[in-house]
């Protein structure tokens, strides 16, 4: 029997997105060699929502969700009542960082962030890449 290969994937928290926005170089190289090695990019819509405000002025933004391995996470109902059980756990309010760290456990892929003393609040465990 041959073992499945483990699937390579991180995911993307707000501040990922915005460093991306204003031409953060690390952020870009990162979505470069995900996209020539078949790394999945998770990004969570919740996140999303939380950065996008106007498409005709975010073309950066726009191009990045073109980008290929650019995979969609939607808040499902599991993840959503994990989402609210760890906001009361950690005493935060942040849902899209809360989803962030539900998906990265869940997947066990690490998180790309700005702002990684807001994702170790939620789960100190977790791999982080700051950019």
Not at 57 to 85: C, F, I, N, W, Y
Not at 111 to 130: F, G, Q
Request: aromatic share 2%; charged share 25%; no cysteine.
């Amino acid at each position: 029997m041959t073992e499945k290969p483990v699937q390579r994937r991180y995911v993307l928290d707000a501040g990922a997105l915005i460093a991306h926005e204003r031409n953060n170089p690390k952020v870009g190289a990162l979505l470069k060699v995900a996209a020539r090695q078949r790394i999945e990019m998770v990004l969570p819509s919740v996140v999303l929502a939380q950065v996008w405000r106007d498409g005709s002025r975010q073309a950066v933004l726009s191009r990045m969700l073109r980008t290929p391995g650019l995979v969609e996470a939607r808040l499902h109902h599991e993840d959503a009542k994990r989402v609210g059980e760890l906001l009361r756990e950690s005493g935060t309010t942040d849902v899209a960082d809360a989803h962030v760290v539900v998906l990265a456990g869940r997947l066990r892929a690490p998180v790309i962030t700005s702002d990684p003393d807001a994702i170790s609040k939620l789960n100190a465990e977790l791999r982080l890449i700051r950019v």
